[in-house]
């Protein structure tokens, strides 16, 4: 991978219009190192930091106003400290000049995705990243915002994913890559948010996310370890039947179902077929897919070729169900 120049922008919050005071003056300058854990996930980000220069030129109070995760943050904090400055003067004399900089990074060979992860509460030690990239960008737009959260269990393992407002970017697509992702565990178990920006590079069309009648999209992974409330009777599927084959285009697929007794959310998994075999079952995704408080919910599939879908009833404590069975449909163009 071949990292491009860091592109430092320096900047003072003291006002600099008046004749009698000059700006403090680069001398030396390193760029940051890629940390190990942003080179691996192919992370392109932007970091802003905030210090004061000293009488001696020398940075001190160093602090990130708008960090980027991944090990980044340490890396440009450490790069900066090694600066060197002629300081700022006032009336012919040197003072104390506060200033704040940005830098920007990017791996050659890397989608054209701004990236920025963080955890909450904030998080002196948080988990690294250990396996998984950046998810690409696909046929996003320039400009386009992506932002999800989920939980960073004790195993290591993402779970409880939350997609914010909704995104050209495609979310299954997305989600794919994040379910991949695994962290050095935590003591306890850790809220994290990813937020992606696609750079300009190239156009795209929109590209519907799944929808969930109003309610907020979120993805779940079923933990088959998980106590199981075998009281929950499999969901009775109303629609679409199945084998059912679809001759429209954009692809929304509509499914509901009948309640359930005691089950106060619902799963809907789907799943499609491709190169021979079932996709998330070749990928060794497990099973995961979209909660829901209602009796049905709408997506957009991927693609002309077959799918399936199927429902798993929760109860109030999390503990899934019976799951339906699967039903089949397919989409010719």
Known sequence: MRITSGGWVLGLFAVVSSAQITPPKILFKTEPEYSEEARRA???ARISLAFVVGLDGIP????????AGFGLDAEALRAVARWRFEPATRGGQPYEAPANVEVSLRLMDSDDVLSRMSFVPPDSAPPRLLEGRIPKRGTT?????FRVEFEVGTDGIPTAFNVGSPSRLRSNEVMEELLKWRFTPPSKPVHA??????MPGRGAAPVAPVR???QP???TRIDPAARQDLTLSAP?????ADQAD???????????WKPVEGATAYLLQWDYYSNGAWHSEAKKMGDFGTMTTATELSFDFVGAQPGRWRVWPFNAKGERGVPSEWRVFRYSR
Do not use: W
């Open 217 to 219: 999209i979120t993805y």
């Open 193 to 198: 948010v990813l937020e992606m920006e696609a």
């Open 246 to 256: 679809f001759n429209v285009y954009p692809r929304t697929t509509h499914c509901s």
């Open 236 to 240: 009775i599927l109303i629609a679409p």
């Open 212 to 214: 969930s009648a109003g």
């Open 60 to 67: 001190k109070n160093l602090s990130v106003t708008r960090g």
């Open 42 to 44: 192919q992370v392109n």
């Open 141 to 145: 737009a320039d400009g386009e915002k």
